[in-house]
Every structure is written in C-alpha cells, then in structure tokens.
C-alpha cells in the first residue's frame, strides 16, 4: 500500500495550487488524511487535516485557514488540498499522511507519502 501525493508547482504569489493524494496497492478504506509541510531548514508541520466517516471535520494551521481547503473522495481514495492566495511562505514540500490504510486482510498505520514540491515567488 502506497500513498501518492501530486500536483505541485512554481506560482506567483496570489496564485492556486490543488494537490492531491491518492492511496493505492489493494486499499479498500482511507482512514484520516493529514497534509504536512516542510519548508527548507525547517521541521516539518501540520497544515490541515480531514477525519474519515460522514462527519468529515477538518483542522487547519492558523497560519493557512480561510487560504487552504482540504477535502476527501472516497470512493476515489482521494484526499485534496486547494491552496489559494498562496505566499512565498507556503513555499516547501508538501507531504500527505493517512492514519490508516485498510484493505481485506491488513491495516497500515501512519503511511506518509512522498511529498510534491509547492514553490511561490513574490
């Protein structure tokens, strides 16, 4: 089982960005899904983050809400984050973590995949 975030790129300040993540290898279920990111030099922290199930609640960074919106597909095992107004400060690597990936026989915790590079200049 993998996760695959994709979509990054190199925008102006004021621009948007959707990324996405994408489970696979057998999946049947996505548990909750986190985006983190990793600016260069710093540690990585959390910027949004989407619970499983009918509720859906989601929690942002201070630092991102009312500019990023994170939603799920499940029957697509799909995880998005819209970036908008985006900063050179959004600038790093954006990685995408599911507590749990289920499939018929097994569960995985806390998979993280690779994460895409979102790049902003003023």
């Known amino acids: 089982v993998q996760l695959q975030a994709s979509g990054g790129g190199s925008v102006q300040a004021g621009g948007s960005l959707t990324l996405s993540c994408e489970a696979s290898?057998?999946?049947?279920?996505?548990?909750?899904v986190s985006w983190h990111r990793q600016a260069p030099g710093e540690a990585r922290e959390l910027v949004a983050w989407i619970v499983s199930g009918h509720g859906r609640d989601t929690t942002y960074a201070d630092s991102v809400k009312g500019r990023f919106t994170i939603s799920r597909d499940d029957s697509k095992k799909m995880v998005f984050l819209q970036l908008t107004s985006l900063k050179p400060e959004d600038t790093g690597v954006y990685y995408c973590k599911a507590d749990a990936l289920y499939t018929f026989t097994e569960t995985y915790r806390d998979i993280w995949g690779r994460g895409t590079l979102v790049t902003v200049s003023s």
């Open positions: 290898g057998n999946v049947l279920t996505v548990g909750s």
